[in-house]
Nanobody, 123 residues
């Protein structure tokens, strides 16, 4: 198992930026593919981005492509989601997730989840 703790959420105006962090502990982090998901009120949880174990491969939902950047620092057991040009429709609880799949994609099954961090974008 991997324990995950997200941070960095908050309130920001449209057009602004936030950087989410997710600190991992437990199962060897560097052997884990990682993902970010989000869930808005009344909506189903949706895929945002994924990154391979090495950080060499990333994938994004069309809705965030070109605005969000997913990165990882294996020496710090941490992944980051840099979110730029934020829109009100980005408002959601953002969840970090881990998988044993080394190169995850949008429909990969993720095993471990964080508790989430709230991102609110005002118009």
């Amino acid at each position: 198992q991997v324990q995950l703790v997200e941070s960095g959420g908050g309130l920001v105006q449209a057009g602004g930026s936030l950087r989410l962090s997710c600190a991992a502990s437990g199962r060897t982090f560097r052997n884990s593919g990682m993902g970010w998901f989000r869930q808005a009120p009344g909506e189903e949880r949706e895929f945002v981005a994924a990154i391979s174990w090495s950080g060499g491969s990333t994938g994004y939902a069309d809705s965030v492509k070109g605005r969000f950047t997913f990165s990882r620092e294996n020496v710090k057991n941490t992944v980051y989601l840099q979110m730029n040009s934020l829109k009100p429709e980005d408002t959601a609880v953002y969840y970090c997730a881990a998988t044993t799949v080394l190169v995850p994609v949008s429909n990969t099954a993720f095993d471990d989840w964080g508790q989430g961090t709230q991102v609110t974008v005002s118009s």
